[in-house]
């Protein structure tokens, strides 16, 4: 059979990839502790729950306008004011099937054959893939441990080109959890603005930030920053909503209308019950979101505490989402079972298969000196998980 260029030079989404395999071993019957997946452990609260449910009672069940219902569009734009001081009008929202959706419909709309994505790395997997989708071109900035993963102006002015459309601003990051300050933000603004790109605000994790750190919308310095912000993000992370595919755009009314036309032949609306689902996430009691948050605070604690304890990995304490970061380089080189571990790949099969705990390396997302674990599962999964790992680093030879 003839396959597409297109679909043969995708990458298929590692972090999916090992969480399936996880999910099989399981199956099997092998003990295997996840921390590959991206998910919140916790369930979406029950309020949001009974809110499809009467949906669904209702009969709530047909299509919806193909951009989301006034009434979610209106929830947004509420949330928007109350969390980020960011006003916008209900034609500058757009709904789609979860943040994903949100960004490839962006993509869509913006990128022509040849033109220029740059992309802070480490990056999440499907920033690269979605541009290449749109026949853009990823241009990767390497982010410094040593500085934080932060991404700043003085890395980003050596790759611009006249092609240059668009720079991924992941803040909080995916998979560093690394989150910029005001001062940063200003600086990348600034180059923006001189420059004339886009800036793709990706706002997934905002809400889970720690230490006393404040979200800052990129969008809100200044009037003309508002104007070349495209902001996007998602119901998932923020309330425990992964399943449920709801993800939004906020930007110019034109790009808005494009997105709209694009989603109308390619999904139509997002769920019909998910969507009022989603109002009640947004407008409701936000008391779920800050307890989760607490819990991931106390969870990113010991986490990193226990990774740095272990011989040969160092990890920095993100300031935002649910992962970590470790350097375990200086493992590469050692050797288990008479076989040498060269690399992120290697070490992160060794753990699945000696230790029975399920990371993603860190050439996934573009640097192979690391693993990412996220720590959205329970307590005492992390403990045991941690348990087995320092075993299993222990054991190298
Ligand atoms: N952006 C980032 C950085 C993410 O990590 C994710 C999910 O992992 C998303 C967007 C999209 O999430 P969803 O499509 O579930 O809304």
Known sequence: ?????????????????????????????????????????????????????????????????????????????????????????????????????????????????????????????????????????????????????????????????????????????????????????????????????????????????????????IATLSDAMYARTILVNSLSKAYAMTGWRVGYTAGPKELITAMDGLQSQMTSNPTSIAQRAAVVALTGPQEPTHRMREEFARRRRYIVDRLNAMPGVTCLSPEGAFYVFPNVSSLYGKRHAGKVIGNSTEFSAYLLDTARIAVVPGVEFGNDAHIRISYATSMANIEKGMDRMAEAVKTLG
């Open 1 to 217: 059979m003839k396959i597409s260029q297109h679909a043969k030079n995708l990458v298929p989404s590692a972090t999916l990839v090992i969480s399936n395999k996880a999910r099989q071993m399981r199956a099997e019957g092998i003990d295997v502790l996840g921390f590959a997946a991206g998910e919140p452990d916790f369930d979406t609260p029950d309020h949001i729950k009974e809110a499809a449910i009467q949906a669904i009672r209702e009969g709530f069940t047909k299509y919806t306008a193909s951009g989301g219902i006034n009434e979610l569009k209106d929830a947004v734009v509420t949330k928007l004011k109350r969390d980020n001081g960011l006003t916008y009008a209900r034609n500058q929202v757009l709904i789609s099937c979860g943040g994903k959706h949100s960004l490839y419909n962006v993509f869509q709309a913006l990128l022509d054959p040849g033109d220029e994505v740059i992309i802070p790395a480490p990056y999440w997997v499907s920033f690269p893939e979605q541009v290449k989708l749109c026949d853009g071109v990823p241009v990767f900035v390497d982010t410094a441990e040593r500085e934080g993963f932060r991404l700043h102006r003085g890395l980003v002015e050596p790759l611009l080109t006249p092609r240059t459309r668009i720079l991924v601003l992941n803040s909080p990051s995916n998979p560093t959890g690394a989150a910029l300050t005001r001062k940063e933000l200003e600086g990348l603004a600034a180059l923006a603005l001189e420059r004339g790109f886009w800036i793709l605000a990706d706002e997934t994790y905002e809400s889970l930030v720690y230490d006393g750190y404040q979200h800052v919308s």
